[in-house]
């Protein structure tokens, strides 16, 4: 079963009201800034300067509020982030720990609770300072399993 070519992505500006439209996620991300087609037809560019973040989200009339921090440490591998916006709000995320995903623009994270924002577009331009809280599921943290005793006797090995 394919999946369809367009997202629900709602984009939170600055200094402006949201905008909710659709998007590609394969080709949103353009020089200039994200393209977003319009619930009306039309198309837009909106510049990266503008926006605060891009939310790919389950339904545009939600009004569940996405928590902005994670209140323990989360399950899920990849790098807990936290992110510091231009007008000092901040946010958490989890992004992947592969350095190849990283996008040119921005970064592209999973919230602390995805209900409605499953994943979060953050560009570069918004951001005062990333930081990285911890490595979650990193092979150099995982506990080695202990051998077994040489003495034990193996009852059920053939």
Do not use: H
């Not at 393209?35 to 973040?53: Q, R």
């Amino acid at each position: 079963m394919a999946s369809s070519t367009t997202k629900k992505a709602l984009v939170r500006r600055f200094d402006r009201e949201s905008l909710a439209g659709y998007v590609n996620p394969y080709s949103y991300l353009q020089l200039n800034g994200i393209e977003l087609l319009l619930a009306d037809g039309n198309i837009v560019s909106v510049p990266y300067a503008d926006i605060k973040t891009l939310a790919f989200v389950r339904d545009f009339e939600s009004t569940a509020e996405t928590p902005r921090t994670f209140n323990t440490r989360p399950k899920m591998d990849g790098l807990w982030v936290r992110f510091e916006f231009r007008d000092g709000d901040v946010l958490e995320g989890i992004l992947p720990n592969n350095l190849l995903q990283v996008e040119s623009y921005g970064f592209l994270a999973i919230p602390p609770n995805p209900v409605r924002d499953q994943r979060i577009f953050i560009p570069r331009t918004a951001l005062r300072s990333v930081a990285v809280l911890w490595v979650v599921g990193s092979p150099l943290n995982r506990r080695k399993e202990k051998p077994a005793p040489k003495e034990q006797i193996g009852l059920f090995e053939g």
